[in-house]
């Protein structure tokens, strides 16, 4: 699965631990997911679109 | 982070399980002569190392359980996963072994260590096929 995860987090100038820190993750844990190494929960990736403020279909993408 | 106050406790665990093993196995071996006879009192003495086998087992069961970040979980578990197919291949083919031929008999008590150098294995696995071998703990 595709995702806008580095540019959303570009956008804000986050780093991944910035993000990491916010989501309460790791930031291997970020790095794998905006690598697409993982794909994260539902209830993750739900906690991911709260934080950006947009719908999950925005953030995450069919590949 | 919370994935890293479960490592802490785990650790915190596993020092006090460690030392109980250490020290119950030099006293088992002083108590219990060698080649002794298998009665309650030998069997009941031997037993004591075993339930601090056990509590290694039950600290590594905790720390999944407290891992509350899904994505170090998932590699803690390929790398368990990888370990136990590992120890079961092993322990069974040696077992057919046995069976059939003369090999030397491998004594169960290496079943835990082997298991422990899979999860060894499991990281190596985790890095070659994800790219992140994930903590060692």
Do not use: H
């Amino acid at each position: 699965m595709k995702n806008r995860l580095k540019v959303l987090r570009a956008e804000r100038d986050w780093s991944q631990q910035d993000l990491a820190d916010r989501l309460e993750v790791s930031r291997q844990s970020v790095n794998a997911i905006e690598t697409g190494k993982y794909d994260p929960s539902l209830p993750l990736a739900f906690r991911i679109a709260d934080l950006f403020g947009l719908p999950i279909e925005a953030i995450f993408l069919k590949d | 982070m919370a994935s890293i106050s479960a490592r802490r406790r785990y650790i915190g665990r596993m020092i006090p399980i460690s030392i109980a093993y250490i020290v119950t196995v030099m006293l088992a071996s002083r108590i219990i002569p060698d080649d002794a006879a298998a009665t309650p009192l030998t069997v009941a003495v031997a037993l004591v190392p075993a339930l601090a086998t056990s509590g290694f087992i039950w600290a590594m069961a905790r720390y999944i359980t407290e891992l509350s970040d899904e994505y170090v979980r998932m590699l803690e578990i390929r790398k368990m996963l990888v370990a136990t197919g590992l120890t079961l291949a092993l322990a069974s083919g040696w077992g057919i072994l046995e069976l059939l031929t003369d090999v030397p008999r491998v004594p169960l008590f290496y079943v835990f260590p082997v298991w422990c150098l899979g999860l060894a294995a499991g990281s190596l696995v985790n890095k070659a096929t994800i790219g992140d071998g994930g903590p060692c703990p």
